[in-house]
């Protein structure tokens, strides 16, 4: 469990001299009012369409495949705005890991705490049901106004950039887990803690079983939601954050805890998770992290790729 950002003189390393400035420059636009973040954000979602190739072109097919039922024409005018959004997505980040308090509060708004606090109070730990929704890491800082609880997180292979992620997320956390790490995560929950749970993406053949999302019949699930919830004698809560329609703010919900869940059988957990995480999806499609590769794996290793 990780409870404090390590500094050390090797992050001076020319090696990272380009990094730091970047970094630097990316935070003095912290002080630019939030509307102009965003158009700027916007612009840069534009501009990488015209060079990131490849993960246009990923996303243009999951939209393809999850919504059918839209036209070319309106997959284009998704994909436009969820690039765009995706570019605001860095100025969430640059806010959520920088601003004051004070500025955070003053940007949000929060329904169904209330849940959260009631489910703790009752000796169980709270698993906040999430999904890769662009602006989720201002998400988790709105939620640590209220109660910091513990992240699950992917470390990062650049020192520099672990150690920014660390300390920025630990400015709504009480510590952080690495996400393999089911055994600290099963004593945060036991303890009684809140964590983030997010069941959304492909994490490969060895721990999935093939379910529906969306329109597509069999995408590799992930099950590790039940287990947790049994091993942590934890609540499932699911959890929504936008960045609302004027660019002026930010929106988290916590829905109230599931019933009935874990149930007797993993798979259909599974099943019902994907439908929360699609009506998720659903209040906020450009919102979405469609960038992601989230049908690779299919069920026989012989079928061909969906991406080709």
């Not at 597509?216 to 960045?243: N, Q």
């Not at 660019?247 to 109230?256: F, K, L, P, R, V």
Request: hydrophobic share 40%; net charge positive.
């Amino acid at each position: 469990m990780v409870e404090k950002a390590q500094f050390s003189s090797h992050l001076y390393h020319p090696k990272y001299w380009l990094l730091w400035l970047g970094v630097g420059l990316m935070r003095l636009t912290q002080v630019l009012p939030l509307r102009i973040q965003m158009k700027m954000g916007a612009a840069l979602g534009r501009m990488a369409m015209g060079i990131i190739g490849k993960r246009v072109n990923t996303a243009k097919r999951n939209l393809q495949l999850c919504f059918p039922e839209m036209s070319d024409a309106e997959q284009q005018v998704l994909l436009r705005e969820n690039f765009e959004q995706t570019g605001k997505a860095i100025f969430d980040t640059i806010n959520a890991w920088w601003w004051s308090d004070e500025k955070i509060q003053q940007h949000m708004t929060i329904k169904g705490q209330q849940h959260v606090q009631q489910t703790l109070d009752n000796g169980q730990g709270v698993i906040l049901f999430a999904v890769h929704c662009l602006p989720l890491e201002m998400g988790a800082r709105i939620f640590g106004q209220f109660q910091p609880g513990v992240g699950v997180y992917r470390p990062h292979n650049n020192a520099v950039m672990e150690y920014l992620q660390v300390k920025g997320r630990l400015r709504s956390n009480k510590a952080l887990v690495p996400k393999r790490d089911l055994r600290q995560m099963v004593r945060s929950l036991r303890a009684p803690n809140v964590i983030w749970y997010t069941a959304d993406q492909d994490f490969g053949r060895s721990s999935a079983t093939f379910i529906p999302f969306f329109a597509v019949e069999e995408a590799a699930t992930i099950t590790g939601a039940t287990t947790l919830a049994k091993l942590g004698k934890a609540k499932v809560l699911p959890f929504f954050v936008e960045r609302n329609s004027s660019d002026t703010g930010y929106n988290i919900e916590i829905q109230a805890p599931l019933d009935n869940f874990p149930g007797e059988n993993e798979i259909e957990d599974a099943k019902r998770g994907n439908h929360i995480i699609e009506q998720i999806i659903n209040r906020n499609k450009s919102q979405y992290m469609w960038l992601h590769r989230r049908f690779k794996t299919r069920p026989n290793p012989e079928d061909p790729s969906l991406y080709k």
